[in-house]
């Protein structure tokens, strides 16, 4: 009798431990975690025990020991990812196991401009944070201006596929509804010029009438005479970060339409859709000129006599915000 009540007692004991040992493990699995507040982390490659480290090193985990113990005590539940994922203020093991096994990583987004050169989009993509891989060559106008989602860790080259195939797209889609009887022969000089029309004019609602305009300077065979053609030029296919001179205008150079005349050779940025559009789709005008207006627009003429007086309001208002000495 004395042995068996001995032996209820240890089981007794041994219940109670086990209960207890139950009960505080429960405790950890379950009560918040010391991150303050939701935090983007990189989780890394390399096994579960980096992924403890990088955890506790951006205080979304206490202990690394309990969150391994977790892991393992769960891992018919499926593997941990490597990935940059967002974490909720105060998450739980339960809640970090969760993020990285069913949570969705961060969907991070690089916003190309649109008219921007082959050399400014070069630099937004390698210094996009996050994206790995050498940057491979591409030409000028390759790629379409857009907003591209991407992960970390994500290849620059593969995005810049991406761009490119969007742009192969948009110009193909914007040639087949295209307005009859353009001046145009292919896509691709249809995309020169909306990279001009591009460079010309930041207003959405003019840039239909300033692709009109240049419509029908090719259709008469005069030079386009843009401005942005010449700054092209005079950067040798960079960004002028100076004032346009007579001599850039005089200058001899395949880019120059004050010194060519039809369209450069190649684009001069990348144009985006609406540039695109304009281009297919002109505006129906008798216009043959245009000149800011000093309101960010343009002034737009029928003549040579009609452009000279908008020209020179233009070097009027040139004038009168020009500071005084």
Known sequence: MRRLIALLLLLLILGAGAGGAFWYARQQWEAPGPLAA??????????????????????VIAQPLYFLAATWLTRTEGPLRAAEFQFPA????????????????????????????????????EQAEGLVGDLPTFAEGEILPETYAYQWGDNRGALLRRA?????????EAWAARAPNLPLQSPREALILASIVER??????????????????????????SDPT???????????????????????????TYRIRGLPPAPIASPGLAALRAVMRPEATDYLYFVADGTGGHAFGRTLEEHNRNVARWREIERSRAPQR
């Open 38 to 59: 939701p935090a983007q982390i990189v989780v890394p490659r390399g096994g579960t025990t980096a992924i403890a480290e990088a955890l506790a090193e951006r205080g």
């Open 90 to 125: 105060r998450a739980s093991l339960r809640d970090v196991l969760n993020v990285l096994r069913d949570g969705r990583p961060v969907q991070r987004r690089l916003t190309i401009p649109e008219g921007l050169t082959a050399q400014q989009i070069a630099r937004l993509v």
């Open 164 to 172: 490119k195939q969007a742009m192969d797209q948009a110009l193909a």
């Open 200 to 225: 010309e004019t930041g207003q959405r609602e003019e840039r239909a009438r300033v692709a009109g305009v240049f419509i029908n300077r090719l259709r008469r065979g005069m030079p386009l005479q």
């Open 230 to 256: 010449a700054a092209y030029a005079a950067a040798d296919g960079g960004v002028l970060d100076r004032a346009l001179t007579r001599a850039d205008l005089d200058r001899d150079h395949p880019f120059n």
